[in-house]
């Protein structure tokens, strides 16, 4: 059941024409996480993601991803990160102080920034383990091939949602090759515009008429 249901997840259909993808991996445990990031990329161009438009960036550890991502998506206009990492753990607690950290990190960045991030975050109890996730055993799949699918999955589920966002809602940017991504071509920004300036006219009336 198990190897059905990877064979089904690693084989879905989507379509990244168009999209902007950061990949933020980790230095550590480079073998598995090179695989990793390489079946990542490799998939993304196979769906249609331009190869310019997958914007890697490398950083010591897992603990620094979160922070990364946030600095990617700032600075790149990305439209979905995928964090890559590995933790395998060892004889204290340390494996799950950075686990439990990571983990929260990413969840809170794709919250406060709305740009879906894929936790690609391999935490094994031994190298093996994580071998045979990132391909490298014989057995198993490289699940970068699945972080690649749902970063186009989430990118594109992200662009509708705000096409069908209320305008004056929270202020949050289209995929970058879209003209209202731009805060200048914004129904709310007109909107707010408006209302400021309406606002402004009346108090001014009203000054003149007390003077």
């Excluded at 964090?83 to 340390?94: A, D, P, Q, Y």
């Excluded at 071998?131 to 699918?149: D, F, I, P």
Aim: overall charge neutral.
């Amino acid at each position: 059941m198990k190897a059905n249901s990877l064979h089904a997840l690693s084989h879905r259909k989507a379509d990244g024409k168009g999209l902007r993808i950061a990949i933020v991996h980790t230095k550590w445990n480079a073998e598995v996480v090179g695989s990793l990031v390489s079946a990542c990329k490799k998939e993304l161009i196979h769906l249609g993601v331009d190869e310019n438009d997958v914007v890697t960036v490398e950083v010591s550890g897992a603990y620094e991803l979160p922070y990364a991502a946030t600095r990617v998506i700032v600075s790149e206009k990305i439209d979905a990160v995928v964090c890559v990492g590995c933790l395998i753990k060892g004889e204290t607690m340390h494996f799950e102080y950075i686990s439990e950290s990571v983990a929260y990190g990413t969840m809170r960045v794709q919250l406060d920034y709305h740009v879906p991030l894929i936790y690609g975050v391999l935490s094994c109890l031994n190298e093996n383990q994580a071998r045979e996730r990132a391909g490298l055993s014989g057995k198993g799949t490289n699940h970068g091939v699945e972080w690649a699918q749902t970063a186009i999955e989430m990118a594109q589920l992200r662009a509708y949602s705000l096409s069908k966002g209320c305008p004056m809602g929270s202020r949050e940017r289209l995929p970058h090759h879209h003209l209202t991504g731009c805060p200048f071509f914004t129904v709310s920004t007109w909107l707010h515009i408006a209302v400021i300036s309406a606002v402004g006219v009346a108090a001014m009336a009203v000054i003149k008429k007390m003077q």
